[in-house]
């Protein structure tokens, strides 16, 4: 695959991603960027025939929160090192659907043509082709597949043949593939390794009243998943048969077709898994669920599935002015992201969502930081799902915090998918506490977007409280630094620094939790005081302890340098060599790829944002002009090795004036997975970036900050852009602001009236009401 234009991988286009190669050596890149998914399931963009051609494909459906553990080999192992790896599940492929004719197959690589596209208005996956035999018949093919996001269990398929110049018959076989692997680069760690055959165990198998089902246990794991067929066909067919067969039973059909005519096979694929192995109450949920899909047939399905993303696109689109592929890019990432987010509170979103293998398939803090910044601003009933997970795994975090020798409270993992830590590396993993901070941060946020009270009391204030506590173990006040309260021994977000003392972000970060852990005391013993008092007396939490929170939060060390003018990163970063980036060669990044971690550890050389992502995340806590010098220090040692980084860097540049740095970042973003501008896109999409090139927009041009429940607004106008609108669900109300040239326009679309701030200015909106004010607009550079 060539470039087109500007660097581009794929022709810019608003709404819609489109390849019309009919073979390429970029498989893998295309599959995951094709993907579909709906929170539950997720299915790479593979085609339903299987790949013949050059370069490599892998296959894979997924199960959002579906896991098989298995050991973690250590060559030393260590009192409390994490023992098992707990990993995202290849499950049956039922998209696998071969046609022939005159038994020559029929595919996308030996087509005359073909296109596939991603459709971002109704989340589909597209393709036709136009196909000829060895012996000149000519047809075409068109399909669409969908992952319901009306029916979390259920994955559509429909493809339409039409005999172009003959008559003749045409054959299909339908599977369900239970026996496909992949083998990913071992010498990437941000690769995973998935083999079918490792984690599943067949239990039943059936084809019956022409239904495939299979049933599988999951080895090491307590969970057991479904897989049912079935069929809607425009034609009877002149044959069935059925094949057989443990790892891939299939329907083999045999229709006749006139010249001219048209058959249309609609395929339904439905997956049900539960978490103590009771087949016989997935074998009744899946007849209950095919009775219902073959009753509603594929137009009402497909109507139910496009009324849910049409909604999606009402609280959340992103409009840009000017520039075609930001456009693009910008649509695919939401489209993404609202595709990969666990929607039933038991599930979360994985760092590659549900689009491939990478990283195992774990949830990091990427969810809590970056994703949820977004679905809170916009979409705040995933938001709270989202941390309903975490609510649900803080009996796993309790106990691993009496693992990690704390007396009291729960430390989340830093890599999981059912609540155990999974994280092999300590130094980069285990060490980063801050995951309790981010925790923490997406609660205060979502409480500030949403207003959700009941939401604190029943589930928020629990994992807070439990949460807070464990600071005031892992730190100590000490006598040497004048009673200041110090953090030892930690990993922040920059992983080319590892287990410092007073890491800036981890002790900033820390405060904000203690300070939020204190107000949600303070008002519930206030408003609800019942509710408080039978939580403490659950959490054996008294009002000393509290206490403990705020003097803990009050003198939480903050390492600053007076000669530079700035926050250090940790109390011996500065003193450190400076990284040789003159004479690093360039592929030689990322450095975790060519340099042992300890070499790292002793430069002055970061990863990602670690200083200037607290100057973001904690807002007016500081000065500007204490976030530009950080931006100026940092930025020049900063690698920008993880796609997390950029987005940060944008932001900060746009608060503090410096809009062409902003953009420059901001462009390095949001097209980070269709240009697959790391490498490493193959693996699966990059959902924590996707979510940073939304938070670009939207709280670095629009300069968006929610305080106190309040919405407060410093638009920029890009000079690269004509303008840009974007939409918040938010407290309540869905709005919709635009940024032109000459003004910004800001629309309350539904809810009660409701006061924002513009540059400082207070604005009043009413509904349906339209306020324009003048727009401060970036120079031409």
């Known amino acids: 695959m060539q470039p087109i234009g500007s660097d581009y991988l794929f022709a810019p286009e608003p709404w819609q991603l489109t390849n019309t190669q009919t073979d390429s050596n970029h498989n893998m890149l295309e599959e995951t960027l094709f993907a579909l998914a709906n929170g539950y399931l997720g299915t790479r963009g593979t085609l339903e025939e299987g790949h013949e051609g050059k370069g490599t494909s892998c296959e894979g459906t997924y199960l959002n929160g579906v896991y098989h553990s298995e050991p973690i080999t250590y060559g030393e192992v260590a009192y409390g090192y994490a ?44 393709r036709d082709m136009r196909w000829q035999s060895d012996s000149g018949k000519r047809l075409s093919l068109i399909s669409r597949r969908f992952a319901s996001l009306a029916h979390p269990n259920l994955l559509a398929l429909r493809t339409t043949i039409t005999a172009e110049n003959f008559c003749g018959r045409i054959c299909l076989s339908s599977a369900v593939d239970a026996d496909y692997s992949f083998s990913a680069n071992k010498a990437d760690p941000r690769a995973g390794q998935l083999n079918m055959a490792d984690s599943l165990r067949l239990q039943k198998s059936t084809i019956e009243n022409e239904q495939i089902q299979l049933l599988h246990e999951v080895n090491n794991s ?61 074998e009744n949920a899946l007849t209950q669920d095919l009775q219902q899909i073959n009753s509603l047939g594929w137009q009402s399905l497909l109507d139910q599935h496009s009324s849910k993303i049409t909604d999606f696109w009402r609280s959340s689109d992103v409009e840009i002015e000017g520039d075609e592929g930001l456009q693009q890019g910008i649509r695919f990432n939401l489209l993404h992201l609202f595709m990969s987010a666990g929607k039933d509170g038991h599930s979360n979103m994985g760092a590659k969502g549900l689009t491939g293998h990478g990283y195992d398939g774990h949830y990091f803090w990427d969810t809590e930081i970056y994703i949820l910044s977004f679905l809170s601003a916009t979409n705040p009933d995933i938001a709270r799902k989202c941390l309903e997970f975490r609510y649900h795994t803080l009996e796993g975090a309790r106990k691993r915090a009496r693992q990690m020798s704390h007396k009291t409270g729960a430390l989340y993992p830093w890599r999981t998918i059912g609540g155990d830590e999974c994280s092999a590396f300590f130094p980069a993993g285990t060490a980063q506490y801050h995951i309790n901070a981010a925790i923490a941060h997406a609660l205060r946020h979502y409480y500030q977007a949403s207003g959700d009270w009941q939401f604190i009391q029943d589930f928020g204030a629990e994992m807070l409280f439990e949460t807070a506590r464990l600071w005031l173990d892992l730190g100590h006040f000490n006598a040497r630094k004048d009673g200041q309260f110090c953090i030892d021994g930690v990993t922040g977000p920059d992983e080319y620094t590892a287990i410092v003392n007073n890491n800036f972000y981890t002790n900033a970060m820390a405060r904000a939790h203690l300070q939020f852990a204190v107000q949600v005391a303070d008002k519930m013993q206030q408003d609800c005081s019942e509710v408080f008092a039978s939580l403490c007396n659950k959490l054996a939490l008294n009002t000393e302890e509290i206490s403990d929170w705020r003097q803990a939060g009050e003198k939480m060390y903050l390492p600053y340098d007076n000669n530079l003018g700035i926050s250090k990163q940790d109390d011996s970063f500065l003193d450190k060599k400076t990284w040789d980036f003159a004479n690093t060669p360039a592929d030689h990044y990322p450095l975790l790829l060519h340099y042992h971690p300890l070499v790292i550890y002793r430069h002055q050389v970061l990863k990602q944002a670690d200083v200037v992502l607290t100057m973001y995340l904690l807002d007016d806590a500081f000065s500007k002009d204490l976030k530009k010098r950080n931006l100026d220090y940092y930025e020049p040692l900063t690698t920008h090795d993880s796609t997390l980084s950029s987005c940060i860097h944008s932001i900060e540049f746009a608060e503090t004036g410096q809009y062409e740095r902003a953009y420059e970042f901001f462009k390095d973003t949001v097209r980070m997975d269709i240009d697959n501008r790391h490498g490493n896109t193959e693996y699966g999409i990059h959902t924590a970036c996707m979510a940073g090139s939304w938070m670009g927009i939207v709280n670095g041009f629009g300069g968006l900050r929610i305080r106190d429940q309040q919405l407060h607004f410093e638009p920029h106008l890009p000079a690269n852009w004509q303008g840009f609108s974007f939409h918040l669900n938010c407290l309540g109300r869905r709005l919709k602001i635009s940024v032109g040239r000459q003004h910004c326009q800001y629309r309350l679309l539904e809810g009660e009236r409701i006061s924002i701030f513009h540059h400082g200015q207070t604005i009043e909106l009413a509904l349906q009401q339209s306020i324009e004010v003048k727009t401060q607009t970036e120079k031409q550079p």
């Open 83 to 126: 023992s098992h790896n707990q990993k995202m599940l290849q499950v049956p492929n039922g998209k696998a659907m071969q046609f022939s004719l005159d038994g020559q197959r029929i595919s996308l690589n030996s087509a005359q043509s073909g296109r596939r596209w991603l459709n971002f208005k109704d989340a589909s996956y597209n």
């Open 222 to 282: 307590p969970f057991a998943i479904g897989t049912s067929v079935c069929h809607q066909l425009s034609h009877t067919p002149l044959s069935v048969r059925e094949s057989h067969s443990d790892s891939c039973p299939a329907l083999e059909y045999e229709f006749e077709l006139q010249q001219g005519e048209t058959l249309i096979i609609d395929k339904y694929v439905l997956y049900r898994h539960n978490s103590d192995k009771d087949f016989a109450a997935i």
